[in-house]
């Protein structure tokens, strides 16, 4: 099954997609990547989705990837003894440690470590921004506090503290225990929750210990000021707009997203724009056009992927969001200023042969007669360099590791095929024909550029390009053993 595009889809699954069926006609609609949101459902929710989705792979014959998504550190508010009140903008409210239920003056906030990092003039945020608090005096178990913006505060609403660093790990305990039971699993990516600093990351990725590969999710302005260190340690990106559209004014969010998929693209690591895409479709069976105009926003921008949360996990029309999302990206890549778009904000930096072999095999590609560039490639590197070039022809990653061809499923442009091992150049030729004419790419009269490194199946060896034609009685008349 070959996609009509190149952005990938990537579909959360819940209680309204838990079935073979459901997910399988997600997968055929378009869904390339099936998150799993570990801060909801059990332990035993989860494997067995990821059960379906593995056997949907298996009777498709397609790879597919799985993301587990982990929750995270939540900030929250204690109870109050009537279960709620209303604040008024002007007055005075108090947040402590004292476990007595709160009332219109004050209530618990059970994170010192908040108490800690405030200082005079911060911002709360509660119940996703819709009540502000202002620090007008603080110690380390208390915070007066005026309200900016009133409201109704309930018992354990979120709490959002967007301009200090705080100091928490971004891995909770809940977050260790479901990232080892979902490496142990066999994930292929990994997303990190409420990300700072690139410590955050380097501590993820060593509990992973190779298991999985990592997403940060930029959600907090500390990862802004820290985003190009962050992006120098994970391997891939999740625009997580719904909590930066909380903490910073949402204004901000579009340039912000903007910048942050071009730095990712620049550093040929995959990039997700997430959140509230096709929000309106858990109701309704259309979205809205703003919503769709969102969508191609970020296909135009370059992004690797986008993302369905609620609207296929809890929603009432997941495949039709799946559908109108791959409809979409259809639509957009088949504009002419799509090409245009995508680039006029191509990089060229480029300092190593395997950058300059796979900027190579683009130019080739495109000025030529070219149906697609083959990849062989043992870590899926060579892969999203290529990626990174945004060609006009289908990339096709043939690698013999299977963890390899799910965790490509996440890059732009790229058909993953599992081939077996080659140790000799000409099988390496003819196991590329095959599987460009396998998947429809191409047919014997036509041709494809191959990049590969010798010795084979050694990471890191890109040094070779070669245009190959289609027609393998050709290979075996003119390829050299």
């Known amino acids: 099954m070959r996609r009509l595009r ?14 073979y069926e459901t997910i399988r006609a997600l997968f055929e609609a378009g869904a390339d990547v099936f998150r799993l949101n570990m801060s909801h459902g059990t332990h035993e929710d989860i494997r067995a989705r990821h059960e379906i989705i593995r056997k949907v792979e298996a009777d498709t014959g397609r790879p597919i990837a799985i993301l587990a998504d982990l929750q995270g550190p ?43 990092a405030l200082e005079t003039g911060s911002s709360l945020l509660v119940n996703d921004g819709k009540i502000r608090l202002k620090v007008e005096t603080c110690g380390k178990d208390f915070a007066e506090c005026v309200v900016t913006v009133g409201g109704t505060i309930s018992n354990r609403k979120g709490v959002n503290v967007p301009d200090v660093l705080l100091p928490l790990a971004a891995l909770s305990q809940k977050d260790r225990k479901d990232l080892d039971f979902a490496c142990d699993l066999g994930i292929e990516w990994l997303a990190l929750s409420f990300v700072q600093r690139p410590e955050d990351v380097i501590e993820a990725r060593a509990l992973a210990n190779g298991r999985a590969t990592i997403i940060a999710k930029i959600e907090k302005p500390a990862a802004l000021k820290n985003y190009e260190a962050i992006l120098a340690v994970a391997d891939g990106i999740m625009v997580a707009r719904g909590d930066l559209g909380v903490e910073l ?31 309106s ?24 992927a986008i993302m369905l949360s609620a609207e296929s996990a809890a929603g009432k029309y997941p495949i039709e969001a799946v559908t109108t999302m791959n409809n979409t990206a259809i639509s957009v890549e088949s ?16 300092i190593t042969v395997a950058d300059g072999i796979v900027a190579a095999a683009r130019e080739i590609a495109e000025a030529a007669d ?12 060579t892969v999203s360099l290529v990626a990174r070039e945004r060609p006009r022809v289908p990339i096709i990653a043939l690698t013999p590791l299977t963890s390899t061809a799910r965790r490509l499923c996440l890059t732009w442009g790229t058909t993953c095929v599992i081939s077996e091992e080659q140790d ?18 191409a047919t014997e009269k036509d041709q ?20 190959a034609p289609c027609d393998e009685r050709l290979i075996y008349r003119a390829e050299p053993e």
Not at 449 to 466: C, E, K, M, W
């Open 6 to 19: 190149n952005v990938k889809i990537v579909a959360t699954l819940g209680p309204a997609s838990s079935t």
């Open 74 to 116: 939540k900030l929250r508010v204690g109870t109050f003894a009537n279960d709620s009140e209303d604040l008024v903008e002007g007055a005075h409210f108090r947040l402590d440690l004292s476990e007595v239920p709160g009332d219109a003056t004050r209530v618990q906030l059970p994170h010192p470590e908040i108490f800690a």
């Open 249 to 279: 004014p949402v204004t901000s969010v579009p340039p912000i997203q903007k910048r942050l998929v071009r730095l990712a693209r620049a550093a040929a690591k995959p990039v997700i724009v997430a959140t509230q895409m096709l929000e």
């Open 281 to 304: 479709m858990i109701e309704s069976p259309i979205p809205t056009r703003a919503e769709v105009s969102d969508v191609a926003t970020a296909i135009y921008e370059g992004a690797d």
């Open 335 to 350: 504009d002419p200023t799509y090409r245009e778009v995508i680039e006029a904000s191509r990089r060229t930096n480029r």
């Open 370 to 381: 070219i149906k697609a560039i083959c990849c062989f490639s043992q870590t899926g590197t």
């Open 424 to 441: 000799r150049f000409k099988g390496a030729v003819i196991a590329a024909v095959r599987a460009a004419r396998q998947t429809g790419i």
């Open 448 to 467: 494809i550029v191959l990049t590969a490194g010798v010795p084979f199946n050694v990471q890191g060896t890109t040094n070779i390009l070669r245009v």
